[in-house]
């Protein structure tokens, strides 16, 4: 899924991952409410979504909705934010990019999201993977989870640094 205001933009970057023929695009979102019409029709592996979206949406509240839907996110954008998000989305890849850029990018993504040690150890310059909190190692059984934070908690937690 590709969520995209810029329509040439969009258009260019499934064309670039549909190059793939393991990849395929199931659909385009230029804002919030668009991307959760489109993911009502096709449940997708992964997003690709643009941080500065039309209509006043963000694509951090897509991707809020999208990871509470179990659909992972991959950051494209021009502007980053000057934090890491490793809640909200596998990384980020800076604009512009090169259809190598693209490749790398959801080869990288998709060993992530299997679970799999990276075969591809060098990163294109414009591409950055969040790392999830290393969780200290335990001897006795797992914690609970905590409830899941909404989305202006977490926010100010990234924002302000706190690390609960």
């Known amino acids: 899924m590709i969520v ?13 991952v549909e190059d793939n023929p393991r990849y395929r695009v199931v659909g385009i979102a230029s804002d919030l409410p668009s991307a959760l019409e489109l993911l009502e029709h096709g449940q997708p592996d992964l997003a690709l979504v643009d941080l500065h979206l ?3 949406s963000t694509g951090f509240s897509v991707a809020v909705r999208l990871n509470d839907a179990g659909v992972p996110c991959l950051f494209v954008t021009g502007r980053p934010p000057g934090f890491a998000m490793p809640d909200l989305a596998l990384g980020l890849l800076l604009k512009p990019f090169t259809g190598n850029d693209v490749h790398r990018a959801l080869a990288l993504a998709e060993d992530v999201m299997r679970g799999r040690e990276t075969l591809r150890p060098r990163l294109p310059r414009n591409l950055q993977l969040f790392d999830p909190e290393e969780e200290p190692a335990d001897e006795g059984p797992p914690a ?3 409830p899941r934070q909404g989305f202006k908690a977490r926010l100010e937690r990234w924002i302000g640094g706190s690390p609960h």
Request: aromatic content about 6%.
């Open 4 to 16: 995209e205001d810029e329509r040439p933009l969009a258009e260019t970057l499934r064309y670039l």
């Open 144 to 146: 609970p989870l905590p």
């Open 54 to 56: 039309a209509h006043g």
